[in-house]
């Protein structure tokens, strides 16, 4: 479980591959610290550290995540967020994000707000139920406030805190993002969708 709240950057220094899965080593700040088989956001994408060498751990993907999330086009040099998981005694300063990408995005436009950033993304309209005006909404592993929500688009705003110390700082138009929708609200929506069926 995480907050959406992220505490470093990685870059990803190696690219290893086996059969269908691929491995990734990743350099930051938060190596030394981490400890083999703890659970690790990448880019909003829940990961066991699978090794430790100094200042880089080792985390695989298999097919099913390299499908539906945007590890799949990582490559050498590529910058994302990371955050450890929830200890259970702390604040809850984001929103409950499980790791769990439901799907992607993609980045449509960057308006400079002087200030802020917006940033407008594009997104399956199937899942158009699971987000709401002012909803919680994780995108690449970062806890945002959604709006302008539209059937197949939303928008956030970047304070400049959260565009210096996340990777959102190197997207660009066309980049594709992980998505995890609100947690209560899909639990919501799987309810009504029952309720309807009966």
């Known amino acids: 479980m995480f907050t959406g709240i992220i505490e470093a950057n990685g870059r990803i220094e190696k690219i290893e591959e086996k059969g269908t899965n691929r491995s990734f080593w990743v350099s930051s700040v938060l190596a030394p610290e981490l400890k083999i088989d703890q659970s690790l956001s990448h880019n909003g994408v829940c990961l066991t550290v699978e090794s430790v060498n100094g200042n880089q751990h080792r985390v695989t993907a298999v097919q099913e995540t390299l499908a539906k999330t945007s590890l799949g086009s990582w490559k050498t040099g590529h910058l994302i ?26 980045l ?13 993304f594009s997104f399956p309209g199937n899942y158009a139920p699971l987000i709401i005006e002012k909803g ?63």
């Open 81 to 106: 967020n990371l955050e450890r998981c929830l200890q259970m005694n702390g604040r809850l300063d984001g929103h409950i994000v499980q790791g769990h990408v439901d799907t992607v995005a993609t």
């Open 108 to 120: 449509k436009a960057v308006t400079d707000q002087n200030g802020s950033w917006n940033y407008s």
């Open 136 to 198: 919680s909404i994780c995108v690449d592993g970062i806890s945002l406030t959604a709006f302008k929500v539209g059937q197949d688009e939303f928008t956030v705003t970047i304070i400049p805190y959260t565009y210096e110390h996340t990777n959102i700082h190197s997207l660009k138009a066309g980049n594709t993002v992980n998505l995890e929708f609100d947690m209560v609200g899909k639990y919501i929506a799987r309810q009504n969708s029952l309720l309807s069926t009966h």
